[in-house]
């Protein structure tokens, strides 16, 4: 079965940068596209980057030119660079395919950013 797992994430000072990891296993992710999502508190799980199979790129508004998403097919991992770090970028930061994977969510890497 699919499984996703994120890495990354930590405690960052506004301002800041975090590059997150995401390994995807039971499924070739080069016939996806793929996404990043976040989840805040009391909100509901957003995208907020996604990739092509051919690697083209979209971003929500709130962080285009401060996030860049990337894909490496041959390590099956989607990557996300996080620069210029807000304190409203905090959240819970997941990856899935786009559309998701039905019923498949990994447990999320934690990003905190301090003011």
């Known amino acids: 079965q699919v499984q996703l797992v994120e890495s990354g994430g930590g405690l960052v000072q506004a301002g800041g940068s975090l590059r997150l990891s995401c390994e995807v296993s039971?499924?070739?992710?080069?016939?996806?596209?793929m996404g990043w999502y976040r989840q805040a508190p009391g909100k509901q799980r957003d995208v907020v980057a996604a990739?092509?199979?051919?690697?083209?790129?979209n971003y929500a508004d709130s962080v285009k030119g401060r996030f860049t998403i990337s894909r490496d097919n041959t390590k099956n991992t989607v990557y996300l660079q996080m620069t210029s770090l807000k304190p409203e970028d905090t959240a819970v930061y997941y990856c899935?395919?786009?559309?998701?994977?039905?019923?498949?969510w990994g447990q999320g890497t934690q990003v905190t950013v301090s003011s």
């Open positions: 039971g499924t070739p992710i080069r016939i996806n596209a």
């Open positions: 990739i092509t199979s051919y690697n083209s790129t």
């Open positions: 899935n395919a786009r559309p998701p994977y039905a019923g498949v």
